[in-house]
């Protein structure tokens, strides 16, 4: 079946030690999305890509990066992170960008810094 | 700015009942409205979705909505909930003010506890 797949589920990183999210999509979609969902709130849109074009949500950290070295994978980098970052971190992949179609979500990595 | 409400933190209902999950949204332009459903520990899963025509919309899982436009609402409705409905749903509003108009916007979201 198509599918959006994140590794690992569950991550654990230290205090200012990077870490790499990742995630892949069967679809073949063009967009890609990276979500950040803190416990108990909706869901907050970090950034997404369009094929290779990358646009950022004007309140994203710069802590937060993002690679799309090609279709169907994509990487959520944080540089370092803090322990405001712990959340659940969803990808998200849609075929256009207009509302006509949906988004696919994936499982999520849940992040935990210690 | 667009935004979205969901006035209700928890719905509880009893199985075979009818279930409503509210949602009012405010958006500068035409509004796309999104419901999506979320079980612990999982990702989000698309429900159904308003872009334009008919305003009652019929979605997955006997689940539909209903968009009013002059009360400016989307509520999330299903005619005799399952215990299997216990969820957190997020209703969602596309953000066209953001410049690539992809965003969503999701509402803090509603749990639906459904006791048998």
């Known amino acids: 079946d198509a599918m959006v797949i994140q590794n690992p589920r569950y991550q654990v990183t230290q205090f200012g030690k990077p870490v790499t999210l990742s995630c892949s999509q069967t679809?073949?979609?063009?967009?890609m999305y990276w979500y950040q969902q803190k416990s108990s709130q909706a869901p907050k849109l970090l950034f997404h890509?369009?094929?290779?074009?990358?646009?950022n949500e004007a309140d994203t950290p710069d802590n937060f990066q993002s690679r799309r070295p090609n279709t169907s994978f994509c990487f959520l980098d944080i540089r370092s992170p803090g322990l405001g970052d712990a959340a659940m971190y969803l990808c998200?992949?849609?075929?256009?960008?207009?509302?006509?179609?949906?988004?696919?979500f994936g499982p999520g990595t849940r992040l935990t810094v210690t | 700015a667009q935004s979205v409400a969901q006035p209700e933190d928890q719905v509880n209902v009893a199985e075979g009942n009818p279930l409503t999950v509210k949602c009012t949204y405010s958006?500068?332009?035409?509004?796309?409205l999104f419901w999506y459903v979320q079980y612990p520990n999982r990702g989000l899963q698309f429900l159904l979705k308003?872009?334009?025509?008919?305003?009652l919309v019929k979605g997955s899982y006997g689940f539909e909505a209903e968009f009013n436009k002059s009360q400016t609402s989307f509520h999330l409705k299903k005619p005799s909930a399952l215990v299997s409905d216990s969820a957190l749903y997020f209703c969602?509003?596309?953000?066209?003010?953001?410049?690539?108009?992809?965003?969503?916007?999701f509402g803090k979201g509603t749990t639906l506890s459904v006791s048998s």
């Open positions: 998200a992949t849609s075929r256009e960008m207009s509302p006509l179609y949906e988004q696919y």
């Open positions: 679809l073949n979609h063009n967009v």
């Open positions: 890509y369009y094929d290779k074009d990358f646009n």
């Open positions: 958006v500068s332009g035409n509004p796309y």
């Open positions: 308003y872009i334009t025509g008919d305003n």
């Open positions: 969602a509003v596309r953000d066209t003010s953001n410049q690539a108009g992809t965003a969503l916007i």
